[in-house]
């Protein structure tokens, strides 16, 4: 129990100024942050300039999540197809109901952060988001500003006519005009 | 320090109402712009602050549809999807623009390729072989920008692509381009799907050669051009065979090779000796004849880690005969798998063979972690194979007494689509396995208390009762 007690513990400043206490252990899962504490400045406040508090608190529940399960695997010792499986379904339920602007700031986060699994979560997520989308649908979804002149969209829709097939959206505009 | 005072002092009301109506025109200039670019309701452009690396990651995972499809975002978007590694023009998407006629394929394939820039990781096409006129020139261009991973999928104009798995007889195979071989030294892995192999023509150095995982599906090639593949890919360390036909006798000898797996292949005189394939980890043979493919039980194989094993639609599996085999010559030394861990089979209780068989390979696994027994009863089980004729039935007490050996390591023991024929497998198993920790069991027939009732070596068993969800995939 004393072990538990006198867990090593590092702070982390947010970019609006919030300042999370968290384990060392939980920390080190971002790779950043471990090459920072072995160069040992543990003791002042780390600041995370790039990520608001609660895309910190995201990412800190993940980091949380990934030391309880190695450490319940290292137990049971056989790491089988089932505790994958396990794993994968606990990565979909951790991405469920983010949304599109959660969503990019913890791309950005995780990038800084170096957390491979948090990034992979996030790429997985961000390809099931865009894939069969139209264009047009994208753009709402993460506000791309469409900066192309109608003749120039119609050139480069023509370059590569065989993916631009059946856009109910580009039609809708072209006859509203 | 005199020169802003003097400034302070010059200030008259007309200068402050320029500066004023300035700095207000340029607010609202600004507000303008900002209008201008971020029409969207919570402001700002999101994607834009991505890392680059990250965007090509994620245009890399979409299909490339999807991927193209990003050119037309925005200015920004143009070129983005030109750097995907990643060229997957797969046609088994549902509403793909790949299921209009194969011409167009080709000039897809063919667009898309001049187009992008950079080195390629990954191609994967799968496309008609009457009109495959364009392959050899695709494959120069892989070859000339550091391809690592290639599959070719061919399939003939009357097979749906739905039946892409299906062997199609009598139809015209692509024959692979003889430079190809030669060419494509930065090649990785490589899947060929119903095609033919003709002389390859490697170089005398062959060293620079860096395949590692071959998969051949339904590919027709003669023992010669077959056996000159472990030649000229010396560190070849996957490989699968599917459906091949291979004609005349083969030997496979291949230095590296750790994971082999041979599935449902046909008129084939193949040999396996742990003296040819002294790196072997993984064997999986699967739907296969005793003469199709033997394994020589003649000494041991201590590399060999994983076994997957079963026979073909209802004849036994060719292993399991030769052990079976292995018990009648007394005089044969026994076979010894030491290095075994994990054995996973199908077994047909009503067939002597494999039921002697099977006791004899446990009786030569002394290090055996994890055994999974699939049970498996069709019409035809009690039949010899390589006669044709239905073999002794099988005597239980015969089973139960010949050597089983301890099974001192054996943790989890997983019996699926079990009948109360098959409880001995249980009891024998029990009875010897004194580390045993989990028995799962998915029924067909047989009940739990009949389990609940047999002696066990180890103290603490539990038996779980498998879902179907749990069952392995076969």
């Known amino acids: ?177 | 320090m005199s020169k802003p005072s003097g400034y302070v002092t010059e200030l008259t009301p007309f200068k402050v109402g320029c500066v004023l109506t300035c700095f207000l025109g340029s607010i609202i200039q600004q507000r303008r712009l900002y209008r201008q670019e971020m029409p969207g309701v919570c402001g700002h452009d999101l994607l834009s602050n991505l890392p680059g690396p990250l965007i090509e990651e994620i245009l890399n995972w979409l299909p490339l549809r999807d991927a193209v499809r990003t050119s037309i975002l925005s200015r920004a978007w143009r070129h983005h999807w030109k750097t995907i590694r990643r060229l997957d023009f797969d046609l088994r998407d549902p509403d793909s623009y790949l299921e209009k006629p194969g011409e167009l394929l080709l000039s897809v394939i063919d667009h898309v390729l001049s187009q992008r820039s950079g080195s390629i990781e990954e191609f994967d096409c799968r496309i008609f072989s009457e009109i495959s006129g364009n392959v050899g020139r695709w494959l120069l261009y892989l070859a000339n920008h550091g391809i690592q991973h290639i599959a070719l999928r061919f399939y003939h104009w009357s097979m749906r692509p739905t039946m892409c798995d299906r062997i199609f007889i009598g139809a015209t195979l692509f024959k692979l381009p003889s430079f190809f071989f030669s060419s494509c030294k930065t090649i990785v892995s490589l899947s060929l799907f119903h095609c033919e192999l003709e002389v390859i023509p490697f170089p005398s150095q062959i060293t620079s050669f860096s395949l590692r995982t071959l998969r051949l599906f339904q590919v027709q090639a003669s023992n010669k051009v077959f056996e000159s593949l472990f030649y000229g890919f010396p560190r070849l360390e996957k490989l699968v065979l599917y459906m091949c036909i291979i004609k005349g006798k083969v030997k496979i000898a291949s230095p590296c090779l750790r994971s082999l797996t041979i599935i449902d292949i046909h008129r084939v005189n193949m040999t396996l000796t742990s003296q040819q394939l002294p790196g072997l980890h993984k064997l999986g043979l699967r739907q296969i004849w005793d003469q199709d493919v033997s394994v020589a039980l003649h000494s041991e194989w201590p590399s060999l880690q994983k076994m997957k094993l079963s026979g073909s639609g209802g004849y036994p599996s060719s292993l399991l005969v030769a052990a079976a085999a292995c018990s009648q010559i007394k005089f044969s030394p026994l076979f010894r798998f030491n290095g075994l861990v994990s054995l996973s089979l199908v077994i047909h209780s009503t067939n002597r063979e494999e039921n002697l068989g099977l006791v004899q390979v446990l009786a030569g696994s002394p290090h055996l972690r994890r055994l999974e027994i699939i049970c498996s009863a069709r019409k035809r089980d009690n039949y010899c194979t390589k006669t044709r004729r239905r073999s002794a039935p099988v005597n239980e007490t015969e089973v139960m007494n010949s050597t089983w050996g301890v099974l001192k390591e054996l943790r989890s023991f997983d019996i699926v689509y079990m009948t109360d024929s098959e409880i001995k497998y249980v009891e024998g198993i029990l009875a010897r396995a004194p580390a045993l920790e989990t028995l799962g069991v998915y029924f067909k027939g047989a009940s739990l208390e009949a389990l609940n009732l047999l002696p066990r070596a180890s103290p603490n068993v539990k038996i779980l009762q498998l879902s179907s969800t749990d069952l392995p995939d076969w």
């Open chain 1, 1 to 177: 129990m004393s072990e538990s007690t006198e867990k090593k513990m590092v702070r982390l400043r947010s970019s609006d100024g919030e300042v999370f206490e968290v384990e060392e252990s939980v920390a080190k899962v971002a790779k950043t942050l471990q090459d920072m504490l072995e160069e040992d400045c543990a003791d002042a406040v780390i600041p995370i300039t790039c990520v608001r508090a609660p895309i910190l608190t995201k990412v800190i529940d993940y980091c949380k999540d990934q030391v309880m399960i190695s450490s319940s695997s290292s137990t049971t010792n056989n790491p089988n197809e089932r505790t994958e499986q396990e794993r994968k379904a606990w990565g979909q339920k951790f991405m469920e109901g983010v949304d599109s602007s959660t969503l990019c700031e913890l791309l950005v986060a995780s990038n800084f952060l170096n957390i491979e699994g948090l990034l992979n979560l996030g790429v997985d997520k961000m390809v099931s988001m865009i894939q069969g989308k139209y264009p047009q649908e994208i753009r709402d979804m993460f506000n791309v500003v469409n900066d192309f002149t109608p003749e120039e969209e119609e050139e480069i829709r023509n370059q590569n006519a065989w993916a631009f097939e059946r856009d109910p959206y580009y039609k809708k505009r072209s006859s509203s005009k």
